[in-house]
């Protein structure tokens, strides 16, 4: 190959993140560590998430339902213990951060307050081939207004024959569609191809023309630099289970710009850990809501899963988000020029994702033909964890925090001896 297993191991060693890989559980794989490509599904388990769990074990059994007002970490204020470091990694001001939920949740509790169809300004404006979750969310909004999807509902698709979104296409029909939008919503990475979009732009474009302006940051947070206040968009939801490596269903965290964040006649669903906390305890009527996002909070932290998610953002806090981009930059770049090796070479792998840097982040897409599914359960039998996503594209991701070149380079040595 273009490059050999020595010259893998040796930008290993002059790599300045190499060490944060002995701080992961690896799954094993015929007494080896899998060759694990798939934090963009779920991140692996940092060593320093049961110490956190025990802690949290000890000091309910220690302390009771009183362990919400004692110790280093009182329970009562524990969603306040995240928000420095989950604001830092979107790019945004701590009041316009809270972490609560679970992302499809929060998604549905911001377009409560953010799509406010009236008369002739009703659509949403998404892009084509969104994850489910984010294609029924909107479904069920666009219903529980009393509108039809097939009308209410714009999707983005990528021009004949091309496999992801131009920007200008996207302002093009953000454009036509004008007044009558309502609500843009976009994902900030797209699940299938791993395009990044151009968040700040489809931000103007949309506000433009007066509508509100939304992500989900699944595939986003975490993987690449997030500039949500500078941006200007109103509200994003993300995840913690893929690229910052909190656990299954770990807790989301939700972003509302500062602009809305003292504005208690923006509708909303309230709960309890939603109120104004100086009065929160006097059990009175009438809603008084906290100043920014955590003014949208329903119930009290997670705190379980939340201390596995604050183990993951002490170590993004530590590392910042600039190096891991640099050294996601180099790994994404040294598969590819790998594959495109092969592909010289005879083979024939083809990348869907954007070939320019800055239009994705750590996700390959890699579009298959009739022996795809063969492929990936090649991989898998030879130790790989990648994901297979219907109809035909096997999607790897090294994450910075705990790939390495090594990784990198025994998985497509093994793309050659399938296709040999």
Same mark, same amino acid.
């Given at each position: ?44 388990? %940092? ?38 470091? #989950? ?64 009308? #209410? ?94 656990? %299954? ?141 219907? %109809? ?29």
């Amino acid at each position: 190959m273009l490059y050999s297993l020595d010259q893998a191991r040796q930008m290993d060693r002059e790599d300045a993140l190499s060490h944060l890989r002995n701080e992961f559980y690896f799954p094993q794989h015929d007494g080896r560590d899998t060759i694990y490509l798939c934090g963009n599904s779920l991140g692996l388990q %940092p060593k320093g998430v049961k110490a956190a769990l025990d802690h949290e074990l000890e000091h309910w059994k220690t302390h009771g339902v009183e362990g919400h007002f004692r110790g280093d970490m009182p329970w009562m204020y524990y969603h306040k213990f995240l928000t420095k470091q #989950a604001a830092n990694i979107v790019g945004a001001r701590e009041s316009e951060v809270v972490v609560m939920n679970t992302l499809t949740v929060n998604l549905h509790l911001m377009m409560v307050s953010f799509y406010r169809p009236k008369g002739d300004r009703y659509k949403i404006v998404m892009e084509a081939g969104a994850f489910p979750s984010d294609q029924y969310a909107m479904e069920s909004q666009v219903r529980f207004h009393g509108y039809d999807p097939a009308d #209410a509902i714009v999707e983005i698709a990528p021009r004949p024959g091309e496999d992801c979104l131009r920007t200008e296409d996207i302002v093009e029909v953000i454009n036509r569609e004008g007044d009558s939008i309502a609500c843009v919503m976009f994902a900030g990475v797209n699940y299938y191809t791993g395009q990044l979009f151009d968040m700040a732009t489809i931000t103007k474009a949309g506000h433009a023309v007066g509508a509100t302006v939304g992500f989900d940051l699944a595939h986003a947070a975490g993987n690449v630099p997030l500039h949500l206040h500078d941006w200007g968009a109103d509200f994003a939801v993300w995840c913690s289970y893929k690229y910052m490596n909190s656990g %299954p269903g770990g807790p989301s965290g939700c972003f509302v710009h500062e602009r809305h964040e003292n504005n208690p006649e923006l509708p909303r669903f309230a709960g309890w850990w939603g109120h104004d906390e100086g009065s929160r305890f006097l059990m009175e009527k009438g809603f008084i809501p906290m100043k920014g996002a955590a003014g949208w909070q329903l119930s009290n932290a997670q705190v379980l899963s939340m201390a596995a998610h604050k183990v993951s953002l002490d170590m993004f806090d530590k590392v910042g988000m600039q190096a891991l981009r640099e050294k996601s930059i180099r790994l994404t770049n040294f598969i590819e020029a790998l594959i495109e090796d092969l592909n010289q070479k005879g083979h024939n792998f083809n990348i869907i994702t954007p070939k320019e840097t800055k239009d994705r982040g750590a996700q390959l897409s890699i579009l298959t033909g009739p022996e795809g599914k063969q492929m990936f359960d090649y991989l898998a039998a030879n130790g790989v964890i990648c994901d297979w996503r219907e %109809p035909n594209v096997i999607r790897v991701a090294a994450v910075p925090m705990y790939n390495s070149f090594e990784d990198a380079w025994h998985f497509v040595n093994l793309l050659r001896t399938f296709s040999n």
